[in-house]
T-cell receptor, first 111, second 112 residues
Framework: RKEVEQDPGPFNVPEGATVAFNCTYS??????FFWYRQDCRKEPKLLMS???SGNEDGRFTAQLNRASQYISLLIRDSKLSDSATYLC????????????FGGGTRLMVKP | DTGVSQDPRHKITKRGQNVTFRCDPI?????LYWYRQTLGQGPEFLTY????????KSRLLSDRFSAERPKGSFSTLEIQRTEQGDSAMYLC??????????FGDGTRLSIL
């Protein structure tokens, strides 16, 4: 079993739609959590950190449920430019070292 | 800010050869990380340095793999006696302590 599990997708949605991704992690000692975005043949880029209280950055909302070891990402009003692979990431320390990545969820936003 | 730089971008070699990749981190970033990514998978952690000290190594890093960061600036990752299974994208990232990691474009290794 992978340490971080994600539905690989692809999720095909029309522009303007709301889409949600989930992931689960197996290491209950994980301390920090992130969503990264990776475009095709490009490097991963940090989208946002995820906090226990939940946090929002524009159209993006991230939630963490430590009891269920579950992380979510909600994207509202999808844009064509949101098309990418979204990687769920956890780390065993607060500093975010030794990141453990999920396999990614592919999103394709259609006109 | 020139970002994290990796060289070469693409390396093609025959099985059994040795290869070496270089990573130049963002200036003043004291932490440097190596990851490996295969098609359809997320990156897998290999090792990381704080300045010149190698602080952690994944069990994925077999005896054929060695990484160095001799002066606490650039780093090299060497793979000896390459195997088919070594074909992957090798990603380098750097950060300041307790700050997000910034990734380079990666070196794509293809083993013939």
């Amino acid at each position: 079993r992978k340490e971080v599990e994600q539905d690989p997708g692809p999720f095909n949605v029309p522009e303007g739609a709301t889409v949600a991704f989930n992931c689960t992690y197996s290491n209950s000692a994980s301390q920090s959590f992130f969503w990264y975005r990776q475009d095709c043949r490009k490097e991963p880029k940090l989208l946002m950190s995820v906090y226990s209280s939940g946090n929002e950055d524009g159209r993006f909302t991230a939630q963490l449920n430590r009891a269920s070891q579950y992380i979510s990402l909600l994207i509202r009003d999808s844009k064509l430019s949101d098309s990418a692979t979204y990687l769920c990431v956890v780390s065993p320390d607060n500093a975010g070292n030794m990141l453990t990545f999920g396999g990614g969820t592919r999103l394709m936003v259609k006109p | 800010d020139t970002g994290v730089s990796q060289d070469p971008r693409h390396k093609i070699t025959k099985r059994g050869q040795n290869v070496t990749f270089r990573c130049d981190p963002i200036s003043e970033h004291n932490r440097l990380y190596w990851y490996r990514q295969t098609l359809g998978q997320g990156p897998e952690f290999l090792t990381y340095f704080q300045n010149e000290a190698q602080l952690e190594k994944s069990r994925l890093l077999s005896d054929r793999f060695s990484a160095e960061r001799p002066k606490g600036s650039f780093s090299t990752l060497e793979i000896q006696r390459t195997e088919q299974g070594d074909s992957a994208m090798y990603l380098c990232a750097s950060s300041l302590m307790n700050q997000p990691q910034h990734f380079g474009d990666g070196t794509r290794l293809s083993i013939l």
